[in-house]
């Protein structure tokens, strides 16, 4: 099985920077994305940024140049740098693990608040 286990959300103010982490642990495949959705109230589920075993990377555009996610394979650890947030940044985030073994498997980890406000 796996488990990812978030960490680093809370309270920021409006131009503030917070850090998010998500572990991955269990069976993980060599060949995985790892990424970051959120989730506002009343909203659907969206992805923020997501990262390939390569280094391969995407954003959202609504985040781009303020967001920075990366990642460390030795750890099996995925990291999310949020900077000048917003407040329209508020939401519960979500790690993302997708892994392909002749099918995808993807797992969710439980999800961490992240709220903007003065």
């Known amino acids: 099985q796996v488990q990812l286990v978030e960490s680093g959300g809370g309270l920021a103010q409006p131009g503030g920077s917070l850090r998010l982490s998500c572990a991955a642990s269990?069976?993980?495949?060599?060949?995985?994305?790892m990424g970051w959705y959120r989730q506002a109230p009343g909203k659907q589920r969206e992805l923020v940024a997501r990262i390939g075993d390569i280094g391969n990377i995407n954003y959202a555009d609504s985040v781009k140049g303020r967001f920075t996610i990366s990642r460390d394979n030795a750890k099996n650890t995925v990291y999310l740098q949020m900077n000048s947030l917003k407040p329209e940044d508020t939401a519960v985030y979500y790690c993302n693990l997708d892994q392909y073994r002749g099918e995808k498997y993807v797992y969710w980890g439980q999800g961490t608040q992240v709220t903007v406000s003065s």
């Open positions: 269990g069976s993980i495949f060599t060949f995985n994305t």
